[in-house]
Structures are given as C-alpha cells and as structure tokens.
C-alpha cells in the first residue's frame, strides 16, 4: 500500500510500494525545500556548509558519521545542495531500510554541529572552492551565472565565496538548519519493499513534532519569476522577467541522477503556482 502523510507540523512522508516483491532495495530521499536562494544575509554559503555537517558524527552516540552506518548495512549515502533544494538520500537493502531510515533521520534533523567539526570540514569547504576555481569551466559557468542572475539567490555560488565561509559561526550554522529543515520544509520518500507500517513506525518519532522543529512558513518549492540582466536576455531573446528554473543548476557533491524538485513538484506538492 502507497503512503502519502501530512503531520500537523506540516511535515510528509510519501512511500511507494514497488508492484511485485522481492529480496530489493529501499531508496531513501529527505527532500529540504530550501538551498542558496535560502540563506538570508549573513548566511551564504549555510546550505552548503550545513549539507556536509549532517554526514558528521553524532553527539553522545556509539554511532560514527552518516557514510560509515549506512555502508556498515551494505548501503550507499550521499547528498547535494543546489539553489532551491538540499537533498540526502540513500539506498540499502530491505532487510536494513528500518536501521537506515533512522540513522538518516537523526543524522539530518538533530546534527551534532561540534565546533571542532566545523572548522574541519570549513577547510574542506574552502579546498573545495579552490579547486572549483582551479578549474576554468567552472569559473566561467560561475561567472557568467553571476551575471544572468545579478541581485538574485541564483547569482549566488552553492559554495558560498571564502570570506563568506570564513565567517560562517557554529551558532549561524545551528540557526539556519533550526530555520529551514522543520516542518512543511521537510518530505520523506521512501521507495522499494518497506511497508507504509514500517515507515511510519520509523518517521513519526523524528517528523511528527516532538524532534523536528516547528512549523514555519515555506516558500513555494517551484522558483518564482528571477530578474535576468538585460543583457544577457538580449543576448539569448529573452525578457528580462522570464521564468526560469534553476533546479537543475550545479549541485555539489558527486553526479547523481535524481531528478531535480523544481521539474517534479507539480507532481509531488500541494504548492500555489506563481502568480504570472
């Protein structure tokens, strides 16, 4: 049986039973309505940043970071961040899927975010935006990003800029994830052989309300019209008020093939359209 939830809180679980059963795998998916068109003033480069911080280990817990569990049940994790979405998402084998849906739970909605934590993985963040500027392709795309979106959250790297990075506190950290990954911000899918029981079982402690941070007013999933620079709009016929979408911008982390919450939200949320 196919399970689509709504808490009060406002958080969802939607799960899919596959149409025959068999010894199969269980995808895993936290949907975050929030990336780098997120983040307020003071915040750039939080989504990013934060992404890397779920994959820590956890505070007074045997249990070691995300990767490490989730391998351990023969599993694979990872995650990315774009401009309208962060997404973690796993895939184990049923046997594991309970194990696993808890251990991606905890690890997204109650990070340990230690100080020493953060500063280790700031240097790797900062590696990263080296080696992205190393690279002449992605300086260009960057740059000419920048440019088509100027003013805007899209303008903005996924990565944040070194000075932002930099300034980035445990405490800007915390708050940002309090704010965005709580209530109507957050879906679970769950795909593969586990039963709308188990998977209820499992989330409600973490998504009905006791763990997950309150409900919060969210912003559509579906980007709303984004100012483009007159010259770059003439440049390629547009108006300088065309909808466009950024879902399938540059995400960080390794290439996946999960296809991106702005192109399937019509599909998968109770959402308003823009206005045109």
């Avoid at 969802?12 to 895993?28: F, K």
Wanted: glycine share 10%.
């Amino acid at each position: 049986m196919n399970l689509d939830h709504v808490w009060a809180n406002g958080a969802r679980v939607v799960a899919v039973q596959p149409r025959r059963q068999g010894p199969g795998m269980v995808a895993l998916q936290l949907w975050v309505r929030e990336g780098t068109c997120g983040e307020r003033a003071g915040e750039h480069g939080a989504a990013h940043f934060v992404e890397h911080m779920l994959f820590k280990p956890l505070s007074g817990t045997p249990q070691g970071d995300l990767a490490v569990a989730i391998e351990e049940l023969g599993g694979d994790v990872n995650a990315f961040t774009s401009h309208d979405e962060t997404v973690i998402y796993a895939s184990v084998p049923k046997k594991y899927a309970g194990a696993a849906l808890r251990a991606l739970l905890s690890h997204s909605l109650r990070p340990a975010m230690q100080a020493d934590e953060v500063e280790q993985e700031r240097a790797v963040i900062l590696e990263e935006i080296s080696e992205y500027e190393d690279d002449h392709s992605s300086a260009a795309s960057d740059s000419f990003i920048e440019a088509l979106f100027a003013g805007s959250g899209y303008g903005r790297p996924i990565l944040g800029r070194r000075e932002e990075v930099r300034s980035l506190s445990v405490l800007r950290l915390r708050a940002f994830h309090e704010r965005v990954y709580a209530g109507d911000g957050v879906v679970l899918v769950v795909a593969g052989a586990m039963s709308a029981k188990d998977v209820m079982s499992c989330a409600s402690g973490w998504l009905s309300g006791g763990l997950l941070h309150p409900k919060r007013r969210c912003a559509s999933w579906v980007p709303s019209r984004c100012q483009i620079t007159a010259p770059v709009a003439s440049f390629f016929g547009l108006s300088a008020r065309g909808r466009l979408r950024a879902g399938n911008a540059r995400k960080s982390g390794d290439a996946h093939d999960i296809t991106s919450l702005a192109d399937i939200a019509p599909a998968t949320t109770r959402t308003t359209p823009s206005p045109a």
